[in-house]
Every structure is written in structure tokens, then in C-alpha cells.
């Protein structure tokens, strides 16, 4: 074979493995082959987390990682010295309301729906909601309607729920195949 032959072999085989497969933020301890990169781009609605992009690693054990910012994260399983993914996670959408108060912003009926809360969280008589109506310029009915928005759409001081790391896991889990 002449050097020419080789040259266009060695830049075929370069081409083939393309730059998709580097990592440019790669994870310690875990072999190359077990690692990729990967952004919300990718994963769209899917994507539970706050950095846009990090890497994916399937560590000993089947532990499966993420890296982002220079830190490691478990994201299934259990690794020293890696943080909980915990704080990274960002919380499910909530979908449009099904009846809003149309003449008030969302952010007025969020507030409205919060100061309401308090009120019935208070236990205290009717006052306090009266006064917090008052505040917004709201009728009983209008109460009703922001307060079933408000537990609907899960609105402060409700908890919604955190975004699913099942895409995750499931690339994580094609990793440890490699």
C-alpha cells in the first residue's frame, strides 16, 4: 500500500468517527468509549436539567454520570466524590391553564393565587382573604377561578414536580453497552 493509500485510510477512519464522539469536558475514570456529550438541542422538551449541554458517562457499575461546569454528577447509582444531580434539575412544565382570569396578567393571577394561599395557610378568618381580594380587585368568583389555576399549574408556594431523568438514564444505559 502506498502513502497515499494510507493517508486517505487514516482521514476516511477520522471522518468516520467524527467530532460527535469527543468530549470535550470528559469525566475521570470512565473510558472514553463510555462517554459522549450531550445538549438540550438534542433532547428538546425532554431535557431535565439546567446547563444546556454537558457529558454522559457510564462509569463502574453501570453508576451513569453527568459532567457540567467542571463538576460530576450522579445521575443514577452511587460514585464518591460525585455531587447529587438534585440541584440541576429543572421543574416540569405546566401546561396553559384551562380558565384563566383573562383580564389579569398571569404573573397579577400568580400573585393573587400566592397571597391567597397564605391566607387559607394562616387559618385565619375570612379577613385576610377579603383583604387580599381587595388587594387585586377580585370577586369571590374571581378567587375560585385564579385559586383552581393556581393548584392546576402547581403555582407558588405549591411544589411542581421535577423534569424526569429517564432520557438520561436510558442513553447512560446505551453507554454501558459499548
Known sequence: MGRRTLSFTAIAILAACGTHDRVSDPIQGVPQARQRTISRAQYGFRWPLTPGRGTLACAESGVILFRAGGVTYVVQGQRRGAS???????????????????????????????????????????????????????????????????????????????????????????????
Not at 90 to 111: F, G, H, Y
Open 84 to 178: 447529587d444531580i438534585a440541584p440541576l434539575r429543572i421543574p416540569e412544565p405546566s401546561a396553559p391553564p384551562s380558565n384563566p382570569l383573562k383580564r389579569m396578567t398571569q404573573d397579577a393571577r400568580m400573585e393573587a393565587f400566592a397571597a391567597l394561599r397564605r391566607c387559607s395557610a394562616a387559618d385565619t378568618d375570612d379577613a385576610c382573604s377579603r383583604t387580599a381580594r381587595a388587594r387585586f380587585g377580585l370577586s369571590i368568583e374571581d378567587a375560585r377561578l385564579i385559586e383552581a389555576e393556581g393548584r392546576e399549574r402547581r403555582g407558588p408556594p405549591l411544589t411542581r414536580g421535577v423534569m424526569s431523568l429517564d432520557a438520561l438514564v436510558d442513553a447512560g444505559r446505551a453507554l454501558c453497552a459499548r
